[in-house]
């Protein structure tokens, strides 16, 4: 069964240091998102991007974040100063249309120390 | 602004059927999905909803009233690896199709 992958599954790094984290999402899909869930909370949409463009942010995605689809497969998400309050885990997930099924990875805990 | 709305924990005992209630109050609607997440996991999809009433598949079933802004998932001859979090979200305003989580509802199932 095709599924969305992320690497890494962990990542560990300083307050104030640049992080990309990468998605392969599943390849006949054309909408991808990220979505970030903080321990014990709720799941907090971020991004999403079609047609090689961000369609909608939310107000967690400020100028320290960024995506991009460097070639046809990957799709990344960069945090360019990270914060204490970013560390969360962070879900890359796809879909083959609008309002489909959203197929989700298995995500990335990152750790700002 | 979006404001969705499920039970924090459930308990049910395995082999029983449980019912898990959202509600939602959305500027908009385009659809309420059910997702399935077990502690440490990725969200899995359960189940879509855009027109009002029931839809079944297989052990899960999903009802929607538009009019009430309400859901609920059903989870018949509960098994002990149904243990998970149900999260509900919706899509909702025009053009937008983000889901907008609620805060999930944990479901332990006894034997």
């Known amino acids: 069964e095709p599924e969305v992958t992320q690497t890494p599954s962990h990542q560990v790094t300083q307050m104030g240091q640049e992080v990309i984290l990468r998605c392969v999402p599943i390849?006949?899909?054309?909408?991808f998102y990220w979505y970030r869930q903080i321990l014990g909370q709720k799941v907090e949409f971020l991004v999403s991007?079609?047609?090689?463009?961000?369609?909608?942010k939310s107000e967690i995605f400020d100028d320290q974040f960024s995506v991009e689809r460097p070639d046809g497969s990957n799709f990344t998400l960069k945090i360019r100063s990270t914060k204490l309050e970013d560390s969360a885990m962070y879900f890359c997930?796809?879909?083959?249309?609008?309002?489909?099924?959203?197929?989700f990875g298995q995500g990335t805990r990152l750790t700002v120390v | 602004g979006q404001n969705i709305d499920q039970p924090t924990e459930m308990t049910a005992t395995e082999g029983a059927i449980v019912q898990i209630n959202c509600t939602y109050q959305?500027?908009?609607?385009?659809?309420l999905f059910w997702y399935q997440q077990h502690a440490g996991e990725a969200p899995t999809f359960l189940s879509y909803?855009?027109?009002?009433g029931l839809e079944e598949k297989g052990r899960f079933s999903s009802f929607l009233s538009r009019s009430k802004g309400y859901s609920y998932l059903l989870l018949k001859e509960l098994q002990m690896k149904d243990s998970a979090s149900y999260l509900c979200?919706?899509?909702?305003?025009?053009?937008?199709?983000?889901?907008?989580f609620g805060k999930g509802t944990k479901l332990s199932v006894i034997p």
């Open positions: 997930a796809s879909t083959i249309d609008r309002n489909t099924e959203a197929f």
């Open positions: 390849s006949n899909h054309l909408y």
């Open positions: 991007f079609y047609n090689n463009e961000i369609s909608e």
């Open positions: 959305t500027s908009g609607f385009n659809g």
């Open positions: 909803n855009v027109l009002d």
């Open positions: 979200a919706v899509t909702s305003g025009a053009g937008s199709y983000q889901l907008t």
